[in-house]
């Protein structure tokens, strides 16, 4: 427990290296409701290929990462369907409306000291710590 | 060469995530509950993964994408009602499941069921997304 931040900092150095390889490499901002996003509503059908490549790699290194740990590694997603699709839904149009995620708006947005960016990532943590507050502690939903 | 570039790119932000515990939910919304027994986690991988990039945005100035064309221009600093209704929407999903874009894709592989259906749901969200940014748009010009 006490080296999860060591591999938060680590994690976290690999993901801006990642946004910093597709910046510097593409020209392009590491924005993964963007780019998954681009793909759905066929905005980016130009570069779906460089979309879908970036993806395969997303879904790929976890994979070969994992035999390298001794426990099986959960999401610990909620079994409730219900509450799973809401949110679903509500990320999906929520990043699509607001242009970005954690990764554009956050990752992206913050390090270029963008307005944008800090606004959007105020406004989703306040949001997401009343809903976890709301969902878990008043109604205990999740 | 932009698809290598988006692999390697791609390669580096999913083991980013998978290493960071990013796409244990827990932690996710252990960061996020206040009132429980607080994660810090998700502060250090936002911290460790803003540092690169500022680094990386620097590193722009005066040269090109190495594919060619030009980088992103600085984003008009417009405080819209989509960013802000948007932002509220996807930060009220992602307090919900503990789920967001990323790692909702990074845990694809062994997220079970619960994750491809997240998946599903969100890419049904993004495809009614487009008439609904559009009415915002129409209703913000009205106004």
């Known amino acids: ?87 679903g839904l509500l990320v999906g149009v929520g990043t699509r409306i607001a242009n970005g995620c954690t990764s554009g708006h956050g990752v992206c947005g913050i390090s270029r000291f963008s307005l944008r960016g800090i606004v959007s990532t105020v406004f989703y943590i306040l949001a997401g710590g009343i809903a976890v507050v709301l969902f878990r502690h008043i109604l205990g939903v999740i | ?74 984003t008009d600093p417009l405080l819209d009602r989509k960013l802000i209704l948007g932002s509220t929407l996807f930060g009220a999903g992602w307090g919900l499941a503990g789920l967001c874009p990323g790692p909702s894709i990074a845990s694809l592989s062994y997220g079970g069921i619960g994750g491809v259906i997240f998946v599903l749901a969100m890419i049904a969200g993004m495809l009614v997304a487009p008439p609904l940014r559009a009415r915002l748009d129409s209703v913000g010009a009205a106004a």
């Open chain 2, 1 to 74: 060469m932009r698809i290598v570039i988006a692999l390697l790119s791609g390669g580096l932000f999913g083991a980013g995530l998978f290493v960071s515990g990013m796409t244990d939910t827990r932690k996710v919304q252990g960061w996020l509950d206040v009132l429980g027994n607080w994660d810090p986690t998700l502060a250090f991988v936002m911290g460790g993964a803003i540092i690169p990039m500022v680094i990386a945005w620097q590193l722009t100035r005066g040269r090109r994408p190495l594919v060619g064309g030009s980088f992103p221009a600085p």
């Open chain 1, 1 to 87: 427990m006490e080296q999860d931040w060591i591999w938060g900092l680590v994690g976290g150095g690999l993901i801006g290296l990642g946004g910093a390889v597709y910046l510097l490499g593409n020209g392009r901002i590491m924005g993964a409701s963007g780019i998954i996003g681009g793909l759905v509503d066929a905005s980016g059908k130009d570069t779906a290929k460089e979309r879908l490549a970036f993806l395969a790699g997303v879904i790929l290194l976890p994979v070969l990462l994992m035999p390298l740990y001794d426990t099986p590694i959960s999401t610990h997603v909620t079994d409730n369907w219900l509450v799973i699709i809401a949110a």
